[in-house]
């Protein structure tokens, strides 16, 4: 369904709307592309026409889970490109018409975190993984049976129209492609954020990446333009070092091929002491501990990305760590704050300094969208964009 205007406004302002949505009814089960209803948004809140949407493994990883926060049935997806159909009351910085990318991190400007640069980590609206929207905790889609139908990281862009928080959304340049937009929305920013404003990557510095998935090769993007000087890539399989020299990968390890010798000493001697940063970008505990036993003593920084299962632990020498003075931080979102560093990176985009084009490896009709899903768990694509009208 699109929607037109009429005065300046859309016809369908304050009214619900049906659609296509493909819903995940079971763990793990194909999405069912069906008709949805989404309801008009409330105080805070903008509706967004999805134009295209793109896959994260985020999506697969909730997908399959069977217990909380797993739940079902539910509308996935959280990486997109839209814009505003309508616009409930109490919004001012956006309107209809306005080029947008949802961000599953909230940053609502007003809190003492959103209005530090050291945080990005909204105190107003913290990070978690809930069914339901923020402010009064009930959804905005049904099925056309009345069945209550739950969010996605507060996005939800697996529909052709969604209802997000305004604190969730970023308005962006129209001039990019909507295609690319998207990949802003969360894997791509991450790993170019946790380079970039993280880590801060220094010219002529040494840059480890442990796992060169789409994450991974957007921290080598991200140290790339940083000015690193050596990008190492460490990863199970071989092929991703091809991969990797297109987003400034210099050399690579086999992770499987070091023998009974720990990945990080191999690195350590690489490195002559350590790399300055190292980036995990897996989801291991176990990887976390080789990142900071190969990141060098005195200034060496490890900046973890990958989730790992909620009751993973770490375990270090306490001495160590005293007498090593190496820095070990996480970084939602890369660390970037999505109201005033995404536009920053559109904009880098625009002026052709970085390389978004290479991400994307499929492009998909909506219909086709559990051929995405395949294609993400086989390891045949790094993003595959999914159009809403293809």
């Not at 796992?211 to 993007?221: D, K, N, P, Q, T």
Request: glycine share 8%; aromatic share 8%.
């Amino acid at each position: 369904m699109a929607f037109t205007k009429q005065n300046g406004l859309s016809k369908t302002a304050g009214k619900p709307i049906r659609c296509k949505a493909a819903v995940a009814r079971k763990a793990g089960e194909p999405l069912v592309i069906e008709e949805v209803i989404v309801a008009p948004p409330k105080a805070h809140e903008v509706r967004l026409k999805i134009i295209c949407t793109s896959l994260c493994y985020s999506d697969i990883t909730f997908w399959r889970m069977k217990e909380f926060p797993g739940c079902f049935p539910r509308i996935m997806g959280h990486e997109a490109f839209g814009v505003v159909e309508s616009v409930g009351e109490e919004v001012e910085e956006l309107k209809e018409g306005d080029s947008v990318v949802p961000i599953f991190l909230t940053d609502c400007m007003d809190c003492v975190d959103c209005k530090s640069k050291k945080s990005n980590l909204c105190s107003k609206f913290p990070f978690e993984v809930s069914p339901l929207l923020h402010r009064d905790e009930t959804s905005r889609f049904t099925s056309v049976d009345g069945e209550t139908l739950h969010h996605f990281l507060y996005i939800s862009s697996f529909s052709e129209y969604t209802v997000v928080d305004v604190a969730n959304v970023t308005k962006i340049d129209p001039e990019i492609p909507p295609n690319r937009a998207c990949l802003f929305s969360c894997g791509v920013s991450t790993g170019l954020g946790a380079a970039w404003k993280t880590a801060n990557v220094e010219p002529g510095s040494t840059v480890v990446i442990f796992g060169l998935g789409s994450i991974g090769l957007a921290v080598a993007e991200g140290a790339r333009l940083c000015g690193a000087t050596r990008i190492i890539g460490v990863d199970i399989n071989s092929d991703k070092f091809e991969i990797g020299k297109q987003f400034g990968v210099t050399e690579f390890v086999n992770s499987k091929s070091c023998g009974d010798k720990p990945v990080s000493k191999v690195i350590i001697e690489m490195t002559n002491g350590g790399a300055d940063y190292c980036f995990e970008c897996v989801g291991l505990n176990t990887l976390v501990q080789e990142a900071f036993a190969c990141c060098r003593k005195g200034w060496g920084k490890t900046v973890v990305l990958g989730a790992d299962k909620p009751e993973a632990q770490l375990n270090f020498n306490s001495l160590e760590v005293l007498q090593s003075r190496k820095t070990l931080t996480g970084a939602l979102f890369g660390g970037l704050k999505p109201k005033s560093d995404v536009p920053i990176l559109v904009k880098r985009y625009l002026d052709k300094e970085l390389q978004l084009d290479k991400f994307v490896t499929h492009e998909l009709s909506f219909e086709d969208i559990n051929k995405a899903f395949d294609l993400l768990i086989q390891g045949k694509s790094l993003r595959c964009v999914i159009s809403m009208d293809k």
